[in-house]
């Protein structure tokens, strides 16, 4: 069997002492029998994972995992050099973090262009498109961050109260925000999230709680190996 993983610094084992052995993809492709492509980095975005994986999809993997991390990173492609630069709402990357390129853009990119509803909604669109690409294929998606996922999926009733720190709520009327409610609901309704791990009951940041980490925040090795079995476990239930 063989397996396709991609993701952020959780999916890629950030802070493990050997991530190509303890790394919860590496750990549940032991327990498949299976090899593992983990194609997963330190600071990841969604939009990254979305070409990586299509673009890898041509080696006819028998199983890809997909783990979603937070809808506040943006990836973009240096001119120079087309070099991949995922930044994220802390500006920090291992290469660039101290360029005033970097730094600029990113401050003007999170004060001028962040905006979160939006970024929510391309999430969503994001999970659309590769699910219908995958279609034919066997995944199983999971949430790495809870991505504020209650409060988005609120019912109509509560809808207003619960994103009111999320939004642009002063220049919103409740008709505009309605309509927001309106398309949201329409995106969940194309998601299938029966292929989720536990869609909105479970995220890999969770096991922050439960389990060691490292100073940067990330589960070790024993979380790996309990991620690893829950997904094993689910697999084998399906």
């Given at each position: 069997?063989?397996?396709y993983a991609?993701?952020?610094s959780?999916?890629?084992?950030?802070?493990?002492?050997?991530?190509?052995?303890?790394a919860?993809?590496?750990?549940?492709?032991?327990k498949?029998?299976?090899?593992i492509y983990?194609?997963?980095?330190?600071?990841?975005?969604n939009?990254?994972?979305?070409?990586?994986?299509?673009?890898?999809?041509?080696?006819?993997?028998?199983?890809?995992?997909?783990?979603?991390t937070?809808?506040t990173?943006?990836?973009?492609y240096k001119?120079?050099n087309?070099?991949?630069?995922?930044?994220?709402p802390?500006?920090?990357?291992?290469?660039?973090?101290e360029?005033?390129f970097?730094?600029?853009?990113?401050?003007t990119l999170?004060?001028v262009?962040f905006?979160?509803?939006?970024?929510?909604?391309?999430?969503?669109?994001?999970?659309?498109?590769?699910?219908?690409?995958?279609?034919q294929?066997p995944?199983l998606?999971?949430?790495?961050?809870?991505?504020?996922?209650?409060l988005?999926?609120?019912?109509?009733?509560?809808?207003?109260k619960?994103?009111?720190s999320?939004?642009?709520?002063?220049?919103?009327?409740?008709?505009q925000?309605?309509?927001e409610?309106?398309e949201i609901?329409?995106?969940?309704?194309?998601i299938?999230?029966?292929?989720?791990?536990?869609?909105?009951?479970?995220s890999?940041?969770?096991l922050?709680?439960?389990?060691d980490?490292?100073?940067?925040?990330?589960?070790?090795?024993n979380?790996?190996?309990?991620?690893?079995?829950?997904i094993?476990?689910?697999?084998?239930?399906?």
């Amino acid at each position: 069997m063989k397996i396709y993983a991609n993701g952020c610094s959780f999916t890629f084992g950030d802070e493990l002492k050997n991530p190509n052995e303890s790394a919860w993809p590496v750990m549940l492709a032991n327990k498949l029998n299976g090899s593992i492509y983990n194609n997963a980095i330190s600071g990841g975005t969604n939009s990254r994972t979305v070409y990586n994986t299509i673009k890898n999809s041509c080696q006819d993997y028998d199983l890809y995992l997909i783990a979603w991390t937070t809808y506040t990173r943006f990836t973009f492609y240096k001119s120079d050099n087309n070099f991949e630069i995922n930044f994220n709402p802390q500006l920090k990357n291992k290469i660039y973090s101290e360029e005033k390129f970097f730094k600029q853009w990113g401050e003007t990119l999170y004060k001028v262009w962040f905006n979160e509803l939006y970024a929510f909604k391309k999430w969503l669109q994001e999970i659309i498109l590769l699910q219908r690409f995958l279609n034919q294929q066997p995944y199983l998606m999971i949430n790495t961050f809870d991505n504020n996922l209650k409060l988005w999926l609120s019912d109509e009733s509560s809808f207003i109260k619960n994103i009111k720190s999320l939004i642009n709520f002063d220049i919103m009327n409740d008709e505009q925000i309605f309509e927001e409610f309106k398309e949201i609901q329409y995106y969940i309704s194309c998601i299938d999230i029966s292929k989720f791990y536990k869609w909105e009951d479970f995220s890999i940041r969770d096991l922050t709680s439960k389990f060691d980490c490292g100073s940067a925040g990330h589960i070790l090795e024993n979380g790996h190996a309990y991620l690893s079995e829950l997904i094993y476990n689910h697999l084998c239930l399906k």
